[in-house]
């Protein structure tokens, strides 16, 4: 990007800095030895021309909404559209939910994001012994599709996109999602939204478990060729790295082992369902972190959009450039946040807010101040909501799309985390993929370690968290704190056993049983998941089906 | 307090479905580099294997962690069935995003210390070496 006799003149420049700063070091030594990203990666004292001449700027920088998208996959980004506010909520019974949802709607959240209980996330009924003191405590209790019809009561499901985290029952939430649709009428070419279904982030970080990898990955690929040919707007996966980083990873682990994740599965949908790649990759999306490291995250999101763009074109031949696009929602770091002066969280989540904006995220959200205490009151959750107005409509970001590329630094540390990562990658591909990886406990083990480095960091206070280490004050208490009303769980029951009542059980038995043979085959399950749901089978007598066939994952306990 | 030569031995264990185990794996190491034997139990535990596996363990402490708002009833029974199996000399400490008030309550049913979010790994260190011994 710069002539010889430039890059001369800034090495001439920098002997003459360097001078000045050993006389400045003399007066008076830097504050510390080693400057580090979030990450522990160095980072010097300054970038210039020379740190970047390896780039070229068609090649590596380029322009918004062409390959290699480093700069945004949209070509007008928030000019056209602002990212959506999405907040992800969901606590207690469907009506709790529901209300919040309507809360935030109506305070102009502009999607929605679905948080569920730990039973509907790991595929078990209220009433199960496994759920016992569970129910609602996480997230919404879903059972049957009564509960999802009165979750989306009030909801136009064609006006409003939803995000669906929920990843081993994948298929029968997304199933009653499709079916409240129908029941009102709604053409399935109208809804859009997501479901998470990204299972190899399971093994490796979030832990919502059932089924060993390989029928995991089975259907998760069903719902990839589900929504290709019926769904057409919907992401059917949303490869996460989000998780990966709150488990501990650094943001080279978060950014290598998403993309291997999402090589794994843009692989195995080619080779299990024998699609097209660019009949299907379009509809793949993303999730990251954005944690503390401001310029650490920005780069990250930019050498993501760039290396799943030349993954995408030169790994897997995809033609279509949409197949190049990567598009992807983002969560400010839950595990930046701290118990001790919670007020202070609303500082952290607004500067990882921005650096979502400024690394050019298509959806936010921003983690409520209370969140290491309990799930966030609607006095915190709207606090959140509003960091992501200000900083869309206040101060100035939306106007200049990637304001940051050019700066030595910004470009410097793109480069940097994005050569880390492939050696990340190149290691996995020798490993044999990512499901062998996972089979030997590597990514696990690698965030183990870094989560382990980070925490000691702090604990030496190498690694500053004000209010915890540095700044130490008598805890202050937040306003208020969102209680789960004690009667949740014994309602649900009442309500899952007066559904079990109603319907017609034996519709349901002979549905269950199709649903078991058609298991044992590779035909695509979804249309009997459907099937099932809208004759009010419950969610764990779906997902009983395939634990009897596939048999259970179990924690290996890597620590 | 007595010395047996015996290291102190802790099971770290994630009772129910919550799959938040950062800090419970970043503790079970902080153990084992401290010098005490440490077994993990892995997540998704009922509170029955738990206190089976800190049986079978011959352990001189349980440490539960959880972070899914299920504690009161998945810490209560961790603690009722070592009582049913008369169990009186293996402390059970806790750890977790576990609300103010509660704490007092899971005092009351035995459990010897709640650690709350930002806690020093040396501090939970040093509370173990104050005050648990291995058993002869």
């Known amino acids: 990007m710069f002539t010889e006799k430039t890059l001369q003149e800034v090495r001439e420049g920098k002997k003459r800095w360097e001078k000045e700063v050993e006389k400045a070091r003399r007066q008076k030594p830097e504050r510390k030895q080693r400057f580090s990203t979030g990450s522990d990666s160095e980072i010097k004292g300054i970038y210039t021309p020379d740190d970047i001449k390896e780039l070229d700027f068609a090649r590596d920088i380029g322009y918004p909404g062409i390959f290699p998208f480093t700069r945004g996959c949209q070509p007008t980004m928030y ?25 935030l709607l109506k305070e102009g959240e502009t999607g929605l994001s679905t948080a569920f209980d730990f039973p509907t996330l790991m595929g078990y009924d209220t009433d199960s012994p496994r759920a016992r003191g569970e129910c609602g405590r996480c997230g919404v209790a879903i059972d049957t599709l009564r509960d999802f019809e009165i979750l989306t009561h009030g909801i136009p499901l064609d006006g409003v996109t939803t995000s669906m985290t929920i990843n081993p029952p994948a298929l029968v939430l997304w199933a009653m999602y499709l079916g409240v649709a129908d029941k009102s009428g709604i053409n399935w070419d109208r809804i859009g939204g997501t479901i998470q279904n990204d299972m190899l982030k399971e093994f490796i970080a979030q832990k919502t478990f059932m089924l060993p990898p390989e029928p995991s990955i089975r259907l ?24 990966i980083r709150e488990a501990g990873s650094t943001a080279i682990q978060e950014l290598a082992f998403t993309l291997a994740d999402g090589i794994a599965y843009v692989q195995d949908v080619i080779e299990r369902k024998k699609l097209d790649v660019d009949s299907f990759a379009p509809r793949l999306s993303f999730f990251f972190n954005s944690h503390l490291d401001f310029f650490e995250e920005i780069a990250k999101f930019r050498a993501a959009r760039r290396m799943w763009a030349r993954i995408m074109r030169d790994r897997f031949k995809a033609k279509n450039p949409r197949s190049w696009w990567m598009r992807f929602h983002t969560q400010t770091a839950g595990c930046s946040l701290t118990a001790q002066q919670p007020y202070n969280n609303i500082i952290r989540t607004t500067t990882e807010a921005l650096a979502a904006v400024l690394g050019g995220t298509q959806s936010l959200h ?26 869309a409509d206040e101060i100035g970001v939306t106007n ?25 990658i190149n290691k996995i591909d020798d490993m044999g993929g990512m499901l062998a990886a996972i089979d030997r406990g590597f990514p696990q083990m690698e965030i183990a370690d870094a989560a382990y480095h980070y925490q000691k960091q702090i604990d030496d206070a190498e690694k500053v968290v004000v209010g915890v280490n540095k700044y130490v004050t008598k805890k202050e208490a937040p306003a208020e704190i969102l209680k789960v009303d004690e009667g949740v769980e014994e309602r649900q029951s009442a309500r899952l056993k007066e559904v079990k009542a109603a319907r017609d059980n034996r519709k349901v038995a002979q549905i269950l049983s199709d649903l078991r043979a058609a298991s044992r085959t590779d035909k695509n399950l979804m249309p009997y998941v459907i099937a099932a749901v809208k004759e009010y089978a419950t969610e764990q007598e779906i997902c009983d089906v395939w634990r009897d066939i596939f048999g259970v994952y179990r924690d290996p306990g890597y620590y | 307090m007595a010395n047996s030569g015996r290291k102190i031995r802790i099971l770290v264990a994630k009772p129910g479905l919550d799959g938040h185990d950062r800090g419970a794996r970043v503790i079970a190491r902080a153990f084992r580099d401290a010098g005490f034997e440490v077994v993990y139990t892995g997540l998704h535990q009922t509170p029955e294997q738990i206190v089976a596996a800190a049986l079978q363990e011959d352990v001189d402490l349980i440490g539960l962690s959880c972070l899914s708002g299920a504690h009161m009833h998945l810490f209560g029974r961790v603690i009722e069935l070592l009582k049913e199996n008369k169990v009186d000399d293996v402390k059970v400490i806790v750890g977790g995003i576990i609300p103010e ?8 049913l035995g459990i010897k210390e709640v650690f709350l979010p930002g806690t020093a790994l040396e501090k939970i260190v040093g509370w173990v070496r104050d005050n648990v011994s291995p058993r002869c």
């Not at chain 1, 998760?220 to 998780?243: C, K, M, Q, R």
């Open chain 1, 366 to 391: 921003t983690n409520a101040l209370d969140e290491t205490l309990a799930l966030p009151s609607e006095f915190a959750a709207t606090i959140a909501l509003r960091t992501q107005q200000v900083i």
């Open chain 1, 220 to 243: 998760i690929s069903d719902a990839v060729e589900f929504g290709t040919e019926h769904v057409p707007l919907w992401n059917t996966i949303s490869i996460s790295g989000y998780h």
């Open chain 1, 400 to 424: 200049a799309i990637d304001p940051l590329a050019g700066s030595y630094f910004v470009e410097s540390l793109t480069s940097q985390l994005e050569e880390k990562a492939w050696e990340y």
């Open chain 1, 79 to 103: 000019r056209g559209r602002e990212w959506t506010f999405r907040m992800f909520s969901g606590m207690g019974s469907a009506e709790d939910t529901n209300r919040r949802w309507h809360h």
């Open chain 2, 101 to 108: 008030e509660d704490i007092p309550k899971l005092k009351k």
